[in-house]
């Protein structure tokens, strides 16, 4: 079954960016307030990708990769 996700959390952004999840969720919030968007609205992976000028098919790509599990 195909995943589908519109929202980007703080985790996607580290990953994304290589910061910390501190600076993921300072940027998350920025972008909050520059889209002027409600308190209850979250920001889309679309979104995000346009305000970092990324393509928006690789941060689907980022965002929906299955985890790998170490065997360990």
């Not at 589908?4 to 300072?26: F, M, N, S, W």
């Not at 393509?55 to 170490?70: G, H, M, Q, R, T």
């Amino acid at each position: 079954m195909k995943q589908h996700r519109l929202l980007i959390y703080p985790k996607d952004v580290c990953l994304i960016t290589g910061k910390g999840e501190r600076h993921a969720q300072k940027l998350l919030r920025t972008m909050h307030e520059a889209l002027q968007k409600e308190e209850h609205q979250g920001v889309t992976i679309i979104e995000f990708a346009d305000y970092m000028g990324l393509d928006a098919d690789e941060v689907k790509a980022v965002c929906l990769a299955k985890p790998k599990i170490s065997s360990g």
